[in-house]
């Protein structure tokens, strides 16, 4: 069964603290994407990653980065959290197929205090 | 990357069919077309993919007319179950390493 994994369902984080989240896909995708849904906003694409250390700054990179070193983790990090960075966090990957399924992993529920 | 159009929100009936109609005016010669399903606390899931024309399978049937600037997300017989919120998306997986482009999408609230 095809799956994304992201590392925390829900996260508690103080402001200006630095935070991870991880996400591993086991269909040897080679496209990975981070997105945050707000209410009212729908999914918006903070990065997307298309290759081992490739990435591409989505509609709202600002206060995050990313790092891809494994084909299989793709990992979102706000550098220094903000309360306007609390948000449902979304992890999916793809491949290149003509297909453009992609597959989202359960999501992360972050708080920032 | 093309942009997508949608209505903010659909109501309907158990029993009934409902179309989901979404406008991408600039779409390329290689994108297809897309739509994705979303409960709440989930990630969205796939439902079906067309380039042209028409396509159909268990879950719904999507209609893209020839100049390709609209698609119709086709929903059978809708039950409680499908209260959801639906997105269109519109890109070639092979260009620009496929990156996908979500808009708000159409909330649809199905009653009993």
């Known amino acids: 069964d095809v799956k994304v994994t992201q590392s925390s369902r829900y996260l508690v984080k103080r402001t200006g603290e630095k935070v991870f989240l991880e996400c591993v896909q086991d269909m040897d995708h080679e496209n990975m994407f981070w997105y945050r849904q707000d209410p009212g906003l729908g999914l918006r694409l903070i990065y997307f990653s298309y290759d081992v250390k490739m990435k591409e700054k989505g509609d709202i990179p600002e206060g995050y980065s990313v790092s891809r070193e494994k084909k299989e983790r793709f990992s979102l990090i706000l550098e220094s959290a903000s309360t306007n960075q609390t948000s449902m966090y979304l992890c999916?990957?793809?491949?290149?197929?003509?297909?453009?399924?992609?597959?989202f992993g359960q999501g992360t529920r972050l708080t920032v205090v | 990357l093309a942009k997508t159009t949608q209505p903010i929100s659909m109501d309907s009936y158990e029993g009934q069919e409902v179309n989901i109609t979404c406008s991408h005016n600039?779409?390329?010669?290689?994108?297809?077309i897309t739509w994705y399903q979303q409960f709440p606390s989930q990630g969205p899931r796939f439902i079906i993919q067309?380039?042209?024309t028409k396509v159909t399978n268990e879950v719904a049937s999507l209609f893209i007319p020839a100049d390709r600037k609209s698609s119709t997300l086709s929903l059978p017989r809708v039950s409680l179950s499908d209260t959801a919120v639906y997105y269109c998306l519109v890109g070639d997986p092979q260009n620009q390493g496929g990156k996908l482009i979500f808009g708000q999408g159409t909330e649809l609230s199905v009653k009993p």
């Open positions: 999916a990957s793809a491949g290149t197929s003509v297909s453009t399924e992609a597959f």
């Open positions: 067309g380039y042209k």
């Open positions: 600039n779409i390329a010669t290689n994108d297809y």
